[in-house]
């Protein structure tokens, strides 16, 4: 009788990831075979100390490592985009630029270093929005003052008319929050958001976040230094040690 093949209800799946970086000097082995998958509306918390591999994993997804320095020796990383599979290794600059922002939204460890401190922090999510949805600049105003409102932002009419640097950490973050969802993404990665913040801000950011994968159904990759602050927060955990999943 013929076996069958279990079906894969997985939005991004990573199959033996591993990744090098290379100089003239020395190769390194950032990442060694690295698995997972992540589902719609489940959480999975990657957890490991500094230099464990953990950023250079989420970073790869969305192939934001240096080219002219970075190698995948081995691996795939496919991506579901409805009936469509896609390795995004094997995927050209112009598609990628599609897929980040739009399929898979990225919140970065430290707001201050990743919004544009020339920019009002409307315009910058203004833009984000402009860039991967069909609507005129209006429209996306409006819609960057309802993201503004769901991320729980005080007086968000003044805050779109605010520089990054006129806002508090706690702030600064709900912002980057706001631009990852703003083009309903299925995918959120979110690369130690509340580390920078205070220990009563950070529980606010993270129930922020449990509050928005739960509406929109989207699948979470949490990364974090912290096994404490991820107990009762992800549905799975996985462990990295130098390089490694252990």
């Known amino acids: 009788m013929k076996r069958m093949e279990k079906i894969s209800t997985s939005v991004l799946e990573v199959k033996n990831l591993s990744v090098d970086f290379v100089s003239d000097m020395e190769r390194t082995h950032a990442v060694q075979q690295i698995s997972f998958e992540l589902e719609a509306g489940k959480t999975l918390a990657l957890v490991g100390e500094s230099g464990s591999g953990k950023s250079v994993t989420a970073m790869s997804i969305v192939q934001l490592l240096p080219l002219q320095l970075t190698r995948y020796p081995q691996g795939e990383i496919w991506l579901r985009l409805g009936d469509e599979r896609l390795n ?20 970065f460890q430290e707001p201050m270093t990743s919004l544009n401190p020339l920019m009002r922090c409307g315009e910058q999510v203004t833009e984000m929005i402009c860039k991967h949805l069909d609507v005129s600049h209006s429209e996306a105003e409006k819609k960057t003052l309802a993201l503004f409102e ?3 932002l005080p ?49 606010t950011i993270l129930d922020l976040l ?17 096994l404490q602050l991820v107990k009762n927060f992800a549905d799975d955990t996985l462990v990295m040690y130098r390089s490694k999943m252990i």
């Open 150 to 152: 769901e991320v729980d």
């Open 88 to 107: 995004l290794l094997n995927c050209s600059n112009e598609k990628l630029e599609q897929i980040r922002g739009k399929e898979i939204g990225f919140i």
């Open 155 to 203: 007086n968000p009419p003044a805050i779109l008319k605010r520089y990054p640097h006129e806002l508090s950490g706690g702030q600064k973050q709900r912002v980057m929050i706001a631009m990852a969802i703003s083009c309903d993404p299925q995918i959120l990665i979110a690369d130690e958001p509340s580390t920078a913040l205070d220990a009563t801000v950070q529980k």
């Open 210 to 226: 449990k509050k928005l994968q739960v509406k929109k159904n989207m699948a979470l990759l949490f990364i974090t230094h912290d």
